[in-house]
């Protein structure tokens, strides 16, 4: 799923300080997208430098309103795309692909 061809339901971002020598600034965004009738999650994350990392979940058998409900959980959770999709998975099983 090509998210740039996707509807996009519903995102989130949370800004993260640098914390010196605990955490460096960056940013952590959330979208939920629907395209042919499948849900996908996308985590990302933009650090200072503008290097993205991010992952793609498409989630199995859910519906619009329990993957509104995910991504909300993900953002106020603030899990980083190296955990969203596992968690992603114990919930309610998910297909992880590269952005």
């Given amino acids: 799923m090509n998210p740039t061809q ?5 995102s ?3 800004n993260f300080s640098e914390i010196k020598d605990l955490q460096e600034a960056h940013r952590i965004g959330y979208a939920l997208y629907k395209n042919a ?3 996908a999650v996308v985590v990302c994350r ?3 430098d ?3 990392r991010a992952i793609r979940c498409t989630l199995q058998d859910v519906s619009e309103e329990f993957g509104c409900g995910l991504l909300r959980f993900l ?3 603030a899990v980083p ?3 969203a999709c596992d968690v992603i998975r ?3 099983g998910a297909v992880q692909s590269a952005v």
Wanted: net charge negative.
């Fill in 12 to 14: 989130y971002a949370r």
């Fill in 90 to 92: 114990d919930v309610c």
């Fill in 75 to 77: 953002y106020e959770n």
């Fill in 37 to 39: 009738g499948h849900l």
């Fill in 46 to 48: 933009e650090t200072a």
């Fill in 81 to 83: 795309p190296e955990n």
């Fill in 6 to 10: 996707a509807e996009l339901l519903e």
């Fill in 50 to 52: 503008g290097t993205p």
